[in-house]
């Protein structure tokens, strides 16, 4: 059984950073695309930005480009966001998720939520002004 569990969220100023992991469990991910989203109060859970498994390019939501990295530990099993430059409206709920896909469905498919299976319980970021 596949599981996603997230952690490092919490509250920071303005300006601050922060990294959250997703340690991922219940299968070998090789084959897999990842990715993390959010979801404000009142809004629809977006993409923020996705990585295959096994490398290869990285993609990001215009909203947080130059600001964000993803990035994965193969080893560890776990998926990583580094958070700098946090504004107010980076305020949200985080989630990690995954989804089977090789490199050409991962390239079409990997900023659309429906085609996610997998998901993680989240983990709340809050910036303050």
């Known amino acids: 059984q596949v599981q996603l569990v997230e952690s490092g969220g919490g509250l920071v100023q303005a300006g601050g950073s922060l990294r959250l992991s997703c340690a991922a469990s219940?299968?070998?991910?090789?084959?897999?695309?990842m990715g993390w989203f959010r979801q404000a109060p009142g809004k629809e859970r977006e993409f923020v930005a996705g990585?295959?498994?096994?490398?290869?390019?990285?993609y990001y939501a215009d909203s947080v480009k130059g600001r964000f990295t993803i990035s994965r530990d193969n080893a560890k099993n776990t998926l990583y966001l580094q958070m700098n430059s946090l504004k107010p409206e980076d305020t949200s709920v985080y989630y990690c998720?995954?989804?089977?896909?090789?490199?050409?469905?991962?390239?079409?498919?990997?900023?659309?939520?429906?085609?996610?299976?997998?998901w993680g319980q989240g983990t709340q970021v809050t910036v303050s002004s």
């Open positions: 219940g299968r070998t991910f090789d084959n897999y695309a």
């Open positions: 998720a995954a989804f089977r896909a090789d490199v050409a469905m991962a390239s079409v498919n990997i900023h659309v939520r429906s085609v996610y299976g997998y």
């Open positions: 990585i295959r498994w096994l490398g290869g390019k990285i």
